[in-house]
């Protein structure tokens, strides 16, 4: 049996954007984190007695320039070398504009492919094919230049491709699956889409996703795909790689009725959590919806609840907390007219008043200009995120108001 490693999409040295970032004990996890899956890769592939690691495009994340990333790339390489497994590298979007790849020699056991498209002979019955990328995009298919398969043989081959279209990916060497199919490859080791997803299974059209999540946009398990080839036929394993872990829980809190059992609900919540987690270290985000009978005491107690919930995280030893979101209402929003429902009413008019929205814009324009501006990034990513934020943070506004009016009322 012979077996090969593929990953894609490392990103070495991608920022990882996270407000536990601000966590002392977290950072140097998180900061870490994409070289620490490249190690866990590196790892597998000795472990496993692979005789080849595919990389299907984006091993960096940019043009950045990085003495100390060139060390650390080499060193692994070199690991890979002393245990005799090849290495096939092609070139995505962005590692087309570093400069990095092509500033530092390689170990000799490491094979960058062209942008004419090449084949090379790993073993006598394995061919390996890849195409790289020659600038930042690619808008036409790489495909034609693919060299044939080989007959008689098992033909893999590295492609770094949007395919037909990814939601919150742009088009790169868009192709379709079906033509994958169709080409007489035995095995597609894609990269480019940071979700993993098996698109076929005869032939193999596997994207194996990214190796480690960036921020909670890329949450849950990332994992490289060990292939196992025994006498021409091709099985896959997944191989967990994340270094640590972003998740996302939503807790249902229509039947909480006092701090206790919210508090209960929490700490079981976190502790499932931590023990399905495959990676040492995790940041959660965790999200309340329903309409629980004291929903004014928890909008009321808004950073109690936070704090409670950052000190839950940190109980299990390996979480840490993103945020903690309220969705949460009133049972019954029809069937009481206080002064208070009133108020609520009158708010609602007030916030929807063209002129209120315009002072509102203008105030928190003001507010925004006195942070520094990479705090001020990570808040506005566009002019139209000023409007946006600017509705929730009135609407967050006036929650309070009413959640402390309400839960006066109500004791």
């Known amino acids: 049996m012979v077996k090969i490693l593929h990953t894609a999409d490392i990103h070495l040295d991608s920022p990882l954007k996270s407000l536990a970032m601000r966590n002392e004990s977290l950072r140097e996890t998180v900061e870490a984190a994409t070289r620490t899956a490249l190690e866990k890769i590196i790892d597998t592939a000795i472990d496993e007695e692979a005789i080849?690691?595919?990389?299907?495009?984006?091993?960096?994340?940019?043009?950045?320039?990085?003495?100390?990333?060139?060390?650390?790339?080499?060193?692994?390489?070199?690991?890979?070398?002393?245990?005799?497994?090849?290495?096939?590298?092609?070139?995505?979007?962005?590692?087309?504009?570093?400069?990095?790849?092509?500033?530092?020699d390689l170990p000799g056991n490491v094979h960058v492919f062209s942008g004419r498209g090449e084949k090379v002979q790993l073993t006598d019955n394995i061919w390996i094919h890849g195409v790289s990328f020659t600038q930042t995009h690619a808008p036409d298919s790489l495909l034609p230049k693919f060299p044939s398969p080989v007959a008689g043989a098992v033909n893999i081959a590295l492609l770094h491709t949007s395919l037909a279209g990814a939601a919150g990916?742009?088009?790169?060497?868009?192709?379709?699956?079906?033509?994958?199919?169709?080409?007489?490859?035995?095995?597609?080791?894609?990269?480019?889409?940071?979700?993993?997803?098996?698109?076929?299974?005869?032939?193999?059209?596997?994207?194996?996703?990214?190796?480690?999540?960036?921020?909670?946009?890329?949450?849950?398990?990332?994992?490289?795909?060990?292939?196992?080839?025994?006498?021409?036929?091709?099985?896959?394993?997944?191989?967990?790689?994340?270094?640590?872990?972003?998740?996302?829980?939503?807790?249902?809190?229509?039947?909480?009725?006092?701090?206790?059992?919210?508090?209960?609900?929490?700490?079981?919540?976190?502790?499932?959590?931590?023990?399905?987690?495959?990676?040492?270290?995790?940041?959660?985000r965790l999200t309340l919806h329903g309409a629980p009978v004291n929903h004014w005491q928890i909008l009321r107690d808004i950073d109690y609840w936070r704090e409670q919930a950052a000190e839950l995280a940190r109980e299990t030893e390996r979480l840490w907390l993103d945020k903690l979101i309220f969705k949460i209402e009133a049972p019954d929003k029809h069937n009481s007219a206080s002064a208070t429902d009133e108020l609520a009413v009158i708010i609602e008019q007030i916030r929807n008043e063209e002129s209120f929205t315009h002072i509102a814009v203008k105030q928190v324009e003001e507010l925004l200009g006195e942070l520094p501006r990479e705090v001020r990034a990570t808040m506005l990513s566009d002019e139209s995120r000023l409007q946006t934020l600017t509705t929730e943070l009135g609407k967050a506004g006036a929650q309070q108001v009413l959640a402390r009016m309400k839960a006066a009322d109500n004791q």
């Open 52 to 104: 080849a690691l595919l990389i299907a495009g984006d091993l960096f994340d940019g043009k950045q320039r990085s003495a100390r990333t060139a060390v650390f790339l080499t060193r692994q390489l070199d690991r890979l070398r002393s245990s005799n497994i090849r290495v096939f590298y092609i070139k995505g979007n962005h590692d087309a504009e570093n400069t990095l790849s092509g500033a530092i």
């Open 169 to 284: 990916h742009d088009v790169y060497a868009p192709c379709s699956v079906n033509d994958l199919k169709d080409s007489g490859f035995d095995y597609w080791a894609l990269g480019h889409v940071h979700k993993r997803q098996i698109h076929s299974e005869s032939p193999w059209v596997v994207m194996p996703g990214m190796p480690q999540g960036r921020d909670i946009g890329e949450a849950g398990t990332k994992s490289a795909t060990l292939l196992q080839i025994d006498d021409g036929k091709i099985d896959i394993t997944e191989i967990p790689t994340s270094a640590a872990e972003f998740l996302s829980e939503t807790l249902d809190v229509t039947n909480i009725d006092n701090d206790d059992s919210l508090k209960r609900l929490m700490r079981d919540t976190l502790l499932q959590t931590a023990n399905k987690m495959s990676a040492t270290a995790g940041v959660v």
